[in-house]
């Protein structure tokens, strides 16, 4: 069933208050998310080698447990590593042959910490612990019946939306920045673990950022400081270019205090809190869209790590933002748009149980003028899902 109806709300843009977060790539939290999807991606590929298909899996319970370190200003050591906990369920049999899911879970996860934290060794900073099981048989049976397409394994809502709004621009942007290839060779002292927080009131906005600086490359508190500045300089040149009418207020590493040494700055030997402060978790991360809006709906799935061909914790989720864009870039006269996607276990994935589309339109347009193009645009990319579904499983959308 398909619904295009008004958007009753108002604008984001024409909210008084408007709190929008994103956590970085050496985050937790994003770690876990980023570890388990590409853990999820590479158990795929494995099922396609040697079936030519997708098998039951669902990697998206995972927990980064903090490690302890002994850090101080030129250097430190890992006294004890952090631990990896990779769960839930995967099929580790099949048409007799053994699959080494555990191996390519870790392999995955050991790959994903070479590429994307410079200073974490996944041979000796990290232990691995597999928790995978096989499926309960009704949802491993899923993937035995017939039909070009798979059946829900799951009754799940997801939302998207599009356009961003400035703030979550914003948000999004400096950390992307912060976390770029270009500002981390110019700043190698910086670690990976990004947060930004942002909060729009009026025209105004504030961001509060985190972000660790490397214990190898600061001498002394002084040096501290006189980094901090430095690129703190660099954030507000970054954030010249945001489009907020009103005044902008930059904060960097608040808890900060001159004259405590290691208790009052935030100095890191790794790059990631999860070396001896913040443990992570699957789910606690950003949505799929790369940020936590707290002004617009979420649905409560974590996408990351569950199974690209059945799950619409993850298919729906990463879907109803992509229709959302399709819809605002293909109709003109539209402000903002809300997709809203339910699914029914057992059904196939094309065939949700509802599709709505929420539309905030420009003044002077109507709904039942667009009502046709937007049915269109979600028969289309229904009929589109098996292709879809394995770009999801070449890892081509990102899930956090």
Same mark, same amino acid.
């Given at each position: ?259 405590? +040494?290691?208790?009052? $700055? &935030?100095?890191? !030997? =790794? ?6 402060? #913040?443990?992570? @978790? ?50 003109? +006269?539209?402000?903002? $748009? &809300?997709?809203? !996607? =339910? ?6 994935? #094309?065939?949700? @149980? ?47």
């Amino acid at each position: 069933m398909v619904v295009v109806e008004m958007f009753m709300g108002k604008s984001i843009t024409e909210h008084r208050v408007e709190i929008v977060e994103r956590k970085g790539t050496g985050h937790p939290d994003q770690i876990c998310d980023s570890v388990m999807d590409a853990i999820s991606v590479a158990i795929c590929h494995e099922y396609l080698h040697l079936f030519g298909t997708i098998l039951h899996h669902n990697i998206d319970k995972g927990l980064l447990a903090a490690g302890e370190v002994e850090k101080h200003f030129g250097g430190g050591r890992v006294v004890r590593p952090m631990e990896l906990i990779i769960g839930d369920r995967a099929t580790v049999r099949a048409a007799g042959q053994e699959i080494p899911t555990g191996e390519i879970a870790i392999e995955a996860a050991k790959g994903w910490f070479r590429h994307n934290l410079r200073f974490v060794d996944p041979e000796r900073h990290i232990r691995y612990r597999v928790a995978l099981a096989p499926g309960s048989e009704e949802l491993t049976d899923i993937f035995n019946r017939a039909g070009e397409v798979r059946e829900a394994n799951d009754t799940s809502a997801a939302v998207g939306y599009y356009p961003l709004s400035a703030t979550e621009q914003a948000v999004l942007g400096m950390e992307r920045f912060l976390n770029g290839r270009e500002f981390k060779e110019r700043f190698p002292q910086s670690g990976e673990d990004v947060k930004v927080m942002g909060a729009r009131s009026g025209k105004d906005l504030d961001l509060t950022v985190a972000m660790p600086l490397l214990a190898r490359f600061v001498t002394s508190e002084q040096d501290y400081f006189a980094e901090k500045k430095q690129i703190l300089a660099e954030m507000h040149g970054y954030a010249a270019q945001f489009s907020a009418p009103g005044r902008l207020a930059l904060h960097y590493n608040a808890l900060d205090k001159p004259g405590r +040494g290691l208790g009052g $700055v &935030y100095l890191s !030997l =790794l790059g990631t809190s999860a070396e001896d402060a #913040d443990s992570g @978790q699957v789910g606690r991360g950003n949505r799929v869209n790369g940020l936590i809006s707290m002004n617009r709906p979420m649905g409560t799935e974590a996408a990351a790590g569950k199974n690209p061909v059945s799950h619409v914790g993850k298919i729906y989720n990463v879907l109803s933002h992509k229709m959302a864009r399709d819809i605002y870039e293909s109709i003109e +006269g539209i402000k903002e $748009v &809300y997709v809203f !996607l =339910l699914s029914r276990i057992g059904a196939p994935v #094309d065939r949700p @149980q509802l599709a709505t589309a929420q539309l905030l339109l420009e003044k002077g347009r109507r709904i039942n003028e667009i009502y046709g193009k937007v049915e269109a645009i979600f028969e289309r990319e229904f009929a589109a899902i098996n292709g879809f579904c394995a770009a999801l499983a070449r890892g081509e959308y990102p899930v956090c």
